[in-house]
């Protein structure tokens, strides 16, 4: 064989050499990871299933803003408080999932006041500020935003149509950590009353879960509620939330349409 018929033969392996190479140096392209907005509180954040419908909560209602470049977890669960979510292994399990850069939204406080039931009876000033304090220092060491909320009002007036506080130094209390801790909040209690007070006694009957009854068949002898949303209402709470985190350019605004 000649000097040139042997180079000839020995191009392709080179070439072929030269690609195996290539591709062993190149590094691999990872995949963008979506975040994750986690939300964390009690029944009135939480999915609520359809044989109660139209109760809803806003947490349910909250995708309908958002992005397909979000993934949402809603954690919320009926009747809990930062006490019983702590204690039952809740927040645990979202501490298991959390990752950098991911958001979580917390809101409690309907259940913290229930002194009548020491499983999910938190002091305020003390127990309740104490286990709001943890959950934003577990969200911020592991590299996430934490978002605070304000319990949402209940459906009550005084005699003179003025919507009136159920909530007693709940709302103060978490904006007292949020200040201390420098993390947002989005007051939704001080915005929903103002959505009462603009929709008035008769108004907010339809934002609460004011049945009438034969309304819904799952529900023949209506319902009574002033604390739970029907489905509007969820959806008014919702698009507070968002206005909320607007006015205040947080990053989590990016992700809604």
């Not at 963008?32 to 419908?53: C, H, I, N, R, W």
């Not at 977890?73 to 930062?82: P, V």
């Not at 935003?145 to 506080?165: C, H, N, W």
Request: aromatic letters at 8%; proline letters at 5%; glycine letters at 8%.
């Amino acid at each position: 064989m000649t000097s040139t018929s042997f180079l000839h033969s020995l191009t392709p392996l080179l070439a072929a050499a030269a690609l195996l190479v290539g591709c062993a140096t190149q590094a691999p392209v990872e995949e963008a990871t979506k975040p994750t907005l986690f939300l964390v509180g009690d029944s009135t954040m939480a999915d609520q299933p359809k044989e109660k419908y139209p109760e809803t909560g806003w947490g349910q209602a909250l995708p309908e803003y958002l992005t397909d470049d979000i993934e949402v977890e809603n954690h919320a669960k009926n009747g809990r408080s930062t006490k019983s979510f702590i204690d039952e292994g809740r927040w645990e399990a979202v501490m298991e999932r959390l990752q950098a850069g991911d958001f979580v939204v917390m809101g409690f406080g309907h259940n913290d006041q229930k002194d009548y039931d020491e499983t999910r009876y938190a002091a305020p000033w003390t127990d309740y500020r104490a286990n709001l304090e943890r959950m934003v220092d577990d969200v911020l060491a592991r590299g996430a935003k934490p978002i605070l909320v304000t319990s949402i009002y209940r459906r009550a007036f005084t005699d003179d149509g003025q919507p009136e506080a159920t909530l007693g130094d709940y709302p103060e209390v978490t904006r007292a950590v949020a200040s201390e801790r420098g993390v947002p909040l989005v007051d939704l209690n001080v915005m929903t009353r103002q959505l009462l007070l603009d929709a008035g006694v008769a108004g907010s009957a339809n934002i609460y879960m004011q049945i009438p009854a034969g309304e819904y068949a799952n529900l023949p002898d209506g319902k009574d509620d002033n604390t739970h949303l029907q489905r509007r209402g969820a959806r008014q709470v919702a698009e507070l939330f968002v206005q909320g985190v607007r006015r205040q350019s947080l990053p989590l605004a990016d992700y809604f349409r």
